[in-house]
Each structure stands twice: as C-alpha cells, then as structure tokens.
C-alpha cells in the first residue's frame, strides 16, 4: 500500500524565494497533518485539514506561511517570501477519524 | 491543554539490556496515547497506541507501553535491546478523537555492542 508521499524530499534555495512543498495523503484518509520539526522546537502541528477544509491553523507561524488542500489527494504548504529561519524537516500526515497518523518521510528544507 | 513530558532527551543501554523510556502526560480528557519511532531521514512511525482499552499494550519490535492513571504515565519498555532499536522515539498525547497529536521532546536511544 501506499503510504503518504511527499515532495520534494530536499529543497535548498535562496532566501525571498517561494517554497511549496506537496503531500498526497493514503487514500480515503479524511484528515492530513502538516508538521515542522527542528532542534529547537521540536515536532509542531501548523494546521490541520478534515475533508479538505483547514480545522486548525493556529500553529502556522506567520502570514508567510499558507497551505490548501484543493481535493482529498494533494495538499500544498508554501513559504513566501522563505527566512533562512524557516529551515527544518516539513512533514505531512494523514488518518482516519479515530486512528493513529500515518507520516511521510518529510521535505528537508534548507533556505540560504 | 494537553501536553507531554519525556524524561531524559538521551538514553543509552548495552545490546540485550532492558530499555526504558519515559513519558507522563497531562490531559483534562481520557487521553489517547502513542509513541512513534523515527530513524535517520525517515518520517515518525506507529510503535503502539493506547485508545481507553487495555492498560498494557503492545507494539511492533517487541516494545510494550503501561498506561498508568494514578501516575499519569505512559513508559514504553523493551526486554531486550537490539542494535536495530537505535532511533529517536516521540511519545504523543491527543483528545478522544485521536486528532491533534501533541508530541513530547523525542528521546534517542543509542544501543551499544
């Protein structure tokens, strides 16, 4: 089965340029997590969606940040204008009501 | 509010040796309880979870978790320690639903031979 994939796995780019980052969730899972992790802050929730509509975005840092999830298959998180301090490993996650969350293997996002 | 407290942001055991990380919580519902597993360049997986059902529950790789109330505890053991083990583990506390995961700092494990 597949399990929730994410792109790209690295990014390297300069500061002030547009970052997305893509997650296509398992199918027929109706909620999808996005996650940042760093060393100093650890694992935080931006937002979550159910049924492609956001739940809860409180965790999403700044108007910098935005995600959308245009149809139960894809979901994007994108940084504009990107801060060498958004650096750190993005994740996406996605499960059923009720059950645990399955992860992707995350984005490594560098921002020179 | 819910959140997590895991002991100890480093532990290491000898190969064959018991391994014991630490987690307590704090929920103002019946939580749900997880640790997840990660490796290096890996996302988090789902070692076992605790849903209200039996207090002792057990995982994949051999570990195991004891949901203790009174302690408001969720230690995740192991008998005997592989070199394969070594990894960071998250234990994770949500409301009823199971959404909205809250995951304490990570403990790495180092095995040694």
């Known amino acids: 089965d597949a399990g929730v994939i994410q792109s790209p796995r690295h990014e390297v780019t300069e500061m002030g340029q547009e970052v997305t980052l893509r997650c296509k969730p398992i199918?027929?899972?109706?909620?999808l997590f996005w996650y940042r992790q760093t060393m100093m802050r650890g694992l935080e929730l931006l937002i979550y969606?159910?049924?492609?509509?956001?739940?809860?975005d409180s965790g999403m840092p700044e108007d910098r940040f935005s995600a959308k999830m245009p149809n139960a298959s894809f979901s994007t998180l994108k940084i504009q204008p990107s801060e060498p301090r958004d650096s750190a490993v993005y994740f996406c996650?996605?499960?059923?009501?009720?059950?645990?969350?399955?992860f992707g293997d995350g984005t490594r996002l560098s921002i020179l | 509010a819910q959140s997590v407290t895991q002991l100890g942001s480093h532990v290491s055991v000898s190969e064959g040796a018991l391994v014991l990380l630490r987690c307590n919580y704090s929920?103002?519902?019946?939580?749900?309880l997880f640790w997840y597993v990660q490796y290096p360049n890996q996302g988090l997986q789902l070692l076992l979870k605790y849903t209200s059902a039996a207090t002792l529950v057990k995982g994949i790789n051999g570990f195991e978790a004891e949901f203790k109330k009174s302690e408001t505890s969720f230690h995740l053991t192991k008998p005997s320690a592989h070199m394969s083990d070594a990894a960071e583990y998250f234990c994770?506390?949500?409301?009823?639903?199971?959404?909205?995961?809250?995951f304490g700092a990570g403990t790495i494990l180092r095995v040694k031979s």
């Open positions: 994770a506390v949500s409301d009823g639903n199971g959404n909205k995961l809250v």
């Open positions: 996650a996605s499960s059923l009501i009720g059950q645990p969350q399955h």
């Open positions: 969606f159910n049924n492609n509509v956001p739940i809860d």
């Open positions: 929920s103002s519902v019946p939580p749900y």
């Open positions: 199918s027929g899972h109706d909620y």
